[in-house]
């Protein structure tokens, strides 16, 4: 793991960001991102792929595409690389509706897309399957401390893992898409995501870190990599994918992005930052 | 419900299925390697196929089903059973 550890006895896992992406989309955008989730040129989306997908699935997919048109980046770079999806929360409005045709009508009435389309590792197959990637690609997390579960097991990954680079791809709904029985979730809910394209560290432009404070031996946080997270929901809307959509987009990273990855850990960081001013104003 | 109407009824169940229109399928075309369906949207076919037309049809059945006229022969006489049976 890239690991090491500071005078400060903290410890810091590392990689670096190759090209990141952010988008939104309410329930109200997400008929016309389904159909058109953005260009990329030299390649075919599979027409029918985010068809039956689930609105997280799409916005990470369309938060992939945004990085690589932004970076400038071709789909064969990705060719051999992994891809890690985090969303919090998916297929809460798909799982409503099954639930009710389940107790209306049986298990005849429920659509078999439920399980690949509106699962966990719904968002990471997608973008898989339409990015043409022989890579890993797996769903973690899946409830309120997603981000976090996504940014751990990610870095943890890219030093274990045999993929070249890997895609980490965070959505969350804000506020939460808690649907009634017809699916329908609050018109106001807005869906982020953030698509981050990580290698393992090795002095790029930008560079991602997380600062997990060390603890002694024996005490009860003595197992650094997965600590718990708060349950309060203020603290879990600060530490969203929306508040790093928007610190990824403001370009103002001389501040730390968040210091609230591990409440229970409460010097937790995690930071983003360019080797240089002249390599970020190369970059924008 | 003669093949004419059926063969307009399917058609609309694999419009909303695939989400796309077709102005026209003929009995020659095939599911999956020209109007793309995976095994999971064929279920899901056939669950609304079941629904709506109130038949029954096993999974056997389901695998000897590649073309369009296929499929409308296998409802078709799934139909005409019906209807003897009643």
């Given amino acids: ?284 | 419900m003669d093949r004419g109407e059926l063969a307009r009824t399917l058609l609309e169940m694999l419009e909303q299925e695939t989400g796309e229109q077709y102005q026209h399928l003929d009995d020659q075309v095939d599911l999956r390697q020209e109007l793309n369906l995976d095994s999971v949207d064929l279920v899901s076919l056939l669950l609304q196929i079941e629904t709506r037309l109130n038949v029954k049809v096993n999974s056997t059945e389901v695998e000897r089903v590649e073309r369009v006229g296929d499929l409308l022969d296998l409802v078709e006489a799934k139909l005409e059973s019906a209807s003897q049976a009643a």
């Fill in chain 1, 1 to 284: 793991m890239n690991f090491c550890a500071t005078t400060t006895a903290r410890v810091v896992l590392a990689s670096d960001v190759v090209a990141f992406g952010v988008e939104r989309a309410s329930l109200a955008d997400l008929p016309r991102l389904r159909q058109a989730p953005g260009p990329l040129a030299g390649w075919e989306i599979p027409k029918r792929l985010l068809h039956r997908a689930d609105g997280q699935t799409v916005v990470g997919f369309a938060a992939v595409l945004n990085a690589m048109n932004r970076w400038g980046m071709p789909v064969a770079h990705f060719e051999e690389w992994g891809v890690l999806a985090a969303p919090q929360y998916p297929g809460r409005s798909a799982s409503a509706v099954a639930l009710r045709k389940f107790i209306k009508s049986g298990v005849a009435a429920i659509m078999p897309h439920i399980i690949p389309q509106h699962s966990l590792h719904s968002l990471s197959g997608a973008i898989s399957v339409a990015l043409g990637m022989r890579g890993p690609n797996f769903g973690v997390g899946g409830g309120r401390a997603a981000m976090a579960e996504g940014l751990f097991a990610a870095l943890s990954f890219l030093d274990d893992g045999p993929t070249p680079g890997l895609w980490l791809v965070l959505t969350q709904w804000v506020p939460e898409l808690a649907p009634d029985t017809s699916g329908d979730g609050p018109d106001e809910s807005v869906c982020h995501a953030v698509a981050l394209a990580l290698v393992s560290p090795r002095g790029g432009d930008l560079q991602m870190k997380v600062t997990v404070p060390g603890v002694a031996p024996g005490h009860p946080h003595a197992r650094p990599a997965f600590p718990r997270l708060a349950r309060d929901e203020d603290s879990c809307e600060l530490a969203g994918v929306a508040a790093l959509g928007k610190h990824l987009d403001s370009g103002q990273w001389s501040a730390p992005a968040a210091r609230w990855l591990c409440p229970s850990l409460p010097d937790c960081e995690l930071e983003f930052h360019f080797a240089s001013e002249a390599r970020k104003q190369r970059a924008a």
